[in-house]
């Protein structure tokens, strides 16, 4: 069964920076592409970055230079580490592992205000 747990999201200032963790209960990012999405209030869930299972990379235009994906296989863990936040950044951010139809963790809200 898959599991995906989301944590470190928060309240931050514009120009701040966290670091989104996303664990899993498998080995499933050393197999599988995986991402991070977003969805702010009213909009649809949009990808903010992927990693193939190779390690290549991938980047929403608006958050390149700012945002950067990585994964730690010992911890079964994916991250996004995202810095020089800004308030359109706000939005709950959900892991995804792409497994069949792909599979979801229950999200982690981000809110960048001053």
């Known amino acids: 069964q898959v599991q995906l747990v989301e944590s470190g999201g928060g309240l931050v200032q514009p120009g701040g920076s966290l670091r989104l963790s996303c664990a899993a209960s498998g080995r499933f990012f050393s197999i599988y592409a995986s991402g991070w999405y977003r969805q702010a209030p009213g909009k649809q869930r949009e990808l903010v970055a992927g990693?193939?299972?190779?390690?290549?990379?991938n980047y929403a235009d608006y958050v390149k230079g700012r945002f950067t994906i990585s994964r730690d296989f010992a911890k079964n863990t994916v991250y996004l580490q995202m810095n020089s936040l800004k308030p359109e950044d706000t939005a709950v951010y959900y892991c995804?592992?792409?497994?069949?139809?792909?599979?979801w963790g229950q999200g982690t809200q981000v809110t960048v205000s001053s």
């Open positions: 990693i193939s299972s190779g390690g290549s990379t």
């Open positions: 995804n592992v792409k497994i069949g139809p792909g599979y």
